[in-house]
């Protein structure tokens, strides 16, 4: 039997309906099975700083800021999050991780350094968004690490850990 569990599944994209099954349905899929099948099993729930919504320039968020998510990928990863919560409350070993904007090696052209990534490589025009816009940056192997900690920490763990750099960097400078 399992002695943790790490949910990395979900959707970033899509329609409000996929964006449920793949956060929210999946999440509760994955916990029932947990609870029936290998209940010791620590639960890690791979959540996102979508969760919180965003904030003010010059802030960062600490893991007891109120969540405000501001589209259906927040609102679903939030859900999500809320069901490994729950469980946790009920005396599952379930904690949450609220990873921040990842990057690194095997991004996904979703975000945007994957996108400037891949533009990079197949043509000369690279297109984006707004740069304008602040974003606490993480490195994918320190997600791993973490990740990691977590998973195989002896003991309790807090509900919910931050993930990121706890500074903000415009996305420009990126």
Same mark, same amino acid.
Do not use: C, M
């Given at each position: 039997?399992?002695?943790? $569990? ?7 994209? #899509?329609?409000?309906? !996929?964006?449920v099954r793949a956060n ?14 290998? %209940? ?6 791979? /959540? ?7 904030a003010p320039h010059g802030?960062?968020?600490?893991? @007891? ?5 501001? /589209?259906?990928? %927040?609102?679903?990863?939030?859900? #999500?999050?809320?069901?490994?919560? +729950? ?8 904690? &949450?991780?609220?990873?921040? @904007?990842?990057? /690194?090696? #095997? ?6 350094? %994957? +996108?400037?990534?891949? @533009? ?6 690279? !297109? $984006? /968004?707004?740069?304008?816009?602040? +974003? @606490?940056f993480v490195d994918v +192997?320190? $997600?791993? !690490?973490?990740?990691?900690? &977590? ?24």
């Open positions: 039997k399992p002695t943790v $569990v790490v949910n990395a599944v979900g959707a970033t994209l #899509g329609e409000p309906a !996929e964006l929210v349905i999946a999440v509760e899929a994955l916990l029932a099975s947990v609870r029936d099948h290998a %209940g010791h099993a620590r639960f890690v729930q791979l /959540g996102s700083a979508a969760e919180y919504g965003g802030t960062s968020l600490a893991e @007891d800021a109120e969540p405000r998510p501001l /589209g259906p990928y %927040g609102i679903t990863k939030l859900a #999500g999050a809320e069901l490994v919560l +729950r469980a946790q409350r009920a005396g599952a070993d379930a904690v &949450v991780l609220r990873i921040f @904007d990842v990057i /690194g090696p #095997g991004a996904p052209h979703t975000t945007l350094t %994957g +996108r400037v990534i891949r @533009d990079l490589r197949s043509r000369q025009l690279i !297109e $984006v /968004g707004s740069l304008d816009v602040w +974003r @606490d +192997r320190d $997600v791993a !690490e973490a990740v990691l900690a &977590v998973a195989l920490a002896d003991g309790s763990v807090p509900p919910v850990l931050n993930v990121g750099t706890g500074r903000a960097t415009l996305a420009r400078d990126v």
